[in-house]
């Protein structure tokens, strides 16, 4: 059992940046492949980033160049690094975790982006 919790989130101007973290607690958080997804109303959950076990990286279209994931294994902490935001960020940002049929979710953190 994997539980996640998100932090960072919060009111940024656009242009802004933020960092969002994802702390997960239980055994083998270095063997699980982590992303972070957003939501908005009305909306599909969207992946945005995600890093694999061996630390390999993707990303959505919309945020290469701007967002970086990575991860802290001796933390058990996924990071989102985001950079020159925009109001079409805001969203609730999801942390995910899987591992073959293991599949765990965050509580989400609110990113809203306006001035």
């Known amino acids: 059992q994997v539980q996640l919790v998100e932090s960072g989130g919060g009111l940024v101007q656009p242009g802004g940046s933020l960092r969002l973290s994802c702390a997960a607690s239980g055994s083998g958080f270095r063997f699980y492949h982590m992303g972070w997804y957003r939501q908005t109303p009305g909306k599909q959950r969207e992946l945005v980033a995600a890093?694999?076990?061996?630390?390999?990286?993707n990303y959505a279209d919309s945020v290469k160049g701007r967002f970086t994931i990575s991860r802290d294994n001796a933390k058990n902490t996924v990071y989102l690094q985001m950079n020159s935001l925009k109001p079409e960020d805001t969203a609730v940002y999801y942390c995910?975790?899987?591992?073959?049929?293991?599949?765990?979710w965050g509580q989400g953190t609110q990113v809203t982006v306006s001035s």
């Open positions: 890093i694999t076990s061996g630390g390999s990286t």
């Open positions: 995910h975790a899987y591992l073959g049929i293991r599949n765990y």
